[in-house]
């Protein structure tokens, strides 16, 4: 009967198992890789997850940097970069820019004077379509090294459904077991509080290697300098929705401009722990200006739909060893994914 | 005409391809899963092979139809013949499909299409968040029926190898 169902007269039993076997190796192989067998894996699933569930209503939205602005512009290389990189947004000229200032926050209608942390990410395209995407922080350094450190953070961050805030005992104990976020810390206290996304420094956190004609590689962390002064104000004072109707005024009066800064790292200088910062007076190289010439809600700006993934990178400037950038891209793209689908579904 | 084998180029892609495509499966279903360093290394190099696997099943198509496939066993079961033939047709439809999707899928997201450096794809699709998600979806169910269908394609194999030894195993693997 099965042998008539099958058309064979040959054996069954070893082809059987042989296929039993081949198909069982195989399937098994591919399920351990897609993480099947392994609930705990730190997945960009999970690390998404976590980051949306720090209060508000984060659907449709970034789940990190969930509250921002986009911007329009342009940057004024001028040409110092060359010799560093073949990038090709580094030549002297004027390349086009869609950006975003955005507060670290998990929540879209956060309040501008809750976040700590802001931000800069920018789309930069070069003539021949290469891009440059990068999300920046006030901050000088980050406060962990690691994604499992990172999504630890986020964990102490995240909302007890029964009280309807973080456990308060999470974010004492995590810092307390996290020595690396000292350097963080140190800025957190001591920095400025300004009502302004102008008059901030955006740092690039992660290292990054720039290469140039010859192939030589260097180690670079780059920053954007503000041409406009802070003005410090107590953080108390900020109101909720400041930030976005400040530079919007700023901009009505004129562009907004920042020089970028490469600081190129020495042999030793560690370029796979964003915690640590650099020695100061290393070689810093001034290949340009950002020029922010325009402001647009991000319900219906350009920025709206563009991941800043941090890996995106042109020729001439290639990822470090710091681990925080596959799994910032990795996470980025779940979060670009699930964002875009839950806008679609509006 | 009726030949025994397959030509020794249709073998030459057959077998390529096989290490390829399941290769890019893992390296797929690997980099989604992940936020370790290799992901980074994963998705530098999914894009350039699913360029290459495109490439390589569009000769291979061509290939097909001009040179053909031997003739299936006169005695095979007519379930296992319309098996045979259904799942080759989704089977090059796959190979083809899913790196255009990927590629589409990326067009639609409004990312540069990096291969290697400076080289890059141009978008085939404009930016749309409606194209991005049916594309990204598909994407995803795609790679696993492929991997589905891949699986009952090397157990039609062993058992015409192990068990009807009817040669048509042997077409794909031995001269002609």
């Known amino acids: 009967m099965l042998r008539r169902l099958l058309g064979t007269d040959g054996p069954l039993l070893v082809p059987a198992i042989v296929i039993a076997l081949v198909l069982g190796a195989l399937a098994s192989a591919f399920a351990a890789v897609a993480g099947w067998f392994d609930p705990g894996r730190l997945t960009p699933a999970r690390m998404v997850d976590a980051l949306g569930r720090r209060g508000g209503d984060p659907v449709g939205h970034r789940r990190n940097h969930a509250k921002g602005v986009c911007f329009t512009g342009s940057f004024a290389a001028n040409g110092a970069g060359t010799d560093l990189s073949t990038a090709p947004m580094l030549a002297a000229g004027r390349y086009p820019v869609t950006g975003r200032f955005a507060i670290a926050t998990g929540n879209p209608l956060a309040a501008d004077g809750s976040a700590r942390v802001r931000s800069m990410a920018v789309r930069i395209v070069a003539p021949d379509g290469q891009e440059w995407r990068s999300g920046m922080n006030t901050s ?16 102490a961050a995240m909302i007890d459904p029964a009280t309807g805030k973080p456990d308060p005992q999470a974010m004492p104990a995590f810092i307390a077991t996290h020595p ?10 001591s920095a400025p509080w300004t009502a302004s996304y102008a008059d901030q420094a955006y740092y690039g956190l992660n290292a990054f290697i720039l290469t140039d004609a010859r192939g030589t590689g260097r180690p670079v962390r780059w920053s954007m300098r503000p041409e406009t002064a802070a003005a410090a ?28 800064v490469m600081t190129l790292g020495q042999p030793d200088d560690p370029t796979d722990d964003a915690t640590r910062p650099w020695p100061a007076g290393r070689r810093e190289v001034v290949v340009g200006t950002l020029v922010v010439d325009a402001a647009q809600d991000e319900a219906h700006g350009p920025c709206r739909d563009v991941n800043f993934d941090p890996t995106i990178l042109p020729d001439g400037i290639a990822l470090s060893d710091d681990p925080l950038l596959a799994a910032r891209s990795a996470s980025y793209a779940t979060s670009f994914d699930r964002r875009i689908a839950e806008q679609v579904r509006r | 005409m009726s030949r025994r084998s397959f030509t020794a180029a249709q073998k030459l892609l057959h077998w390529s391809m096989a290490v390829a495509i399941i290769a890019m499966l ?9 936020l370790a360093p290799i992901h ?19 000769i291979r198509l061509g290939l097909r139809l001009r040179r053909g496939a031997p003739p299936l066993p006169a ?47 141009p978008p085939i699709l404009p930016q749309s968040n409606l194209l991005q998600v049916i594309l990204r979806q598909s994407h995803r169910w795609l790679g696993l029926v492929f991997f589905a269908v891949i699986l009952l394609h090397i157990a039609a194999a062993l058992f015409h190898g192990l068990s009807r030894r009817d040669g048509v195993f042997s077409s794909m693997v031995r001269g002609r």
């Open chain 2, 40 to 58: 980074a290394d994963l998705v530098a190099l999914h894009r350039p092979l699913g360029v290459v696997i495109l490439v390589l099943a569009l």
């Open chain 1, 140 to 155: 000088p350094v980050f406060a962990v090294a690691t994604p499992a450190a990172f999504f630890a953070m986020v964990q």
């Open chain 1, 180 to 189: 690396e976020t000292g350097a963080f810390l140190a800025w957190a206290r």
């Open chain 2, 26 to 34: 893992f390296i797929g279903v690997g980099m989604v899963a992940t």
């Open chain 1, 233 to 260: 104000v107590a953080p108390d004072t900020i109101g909720a929705d400041v930030l976005a109707g400040d530079l919007a005024e700023r901009l009505a009066r004129g562009p907004l401009r920042w020089t970028m």
């Open chain 2, 75 to 121: 005695d095979l079961p007519w379930w296992q013949t319309l098996s045979a033939r259904g799942s080759h047709v989704l089977l090059y439809a796959l190979m083809i499909a899913m790196p255009l999707v990927g590629w589409g899928m990326l067009s639609a997201g409004g990312y540069p299409i990096v291969l290697h450096g400076a080289w890059q794809l």
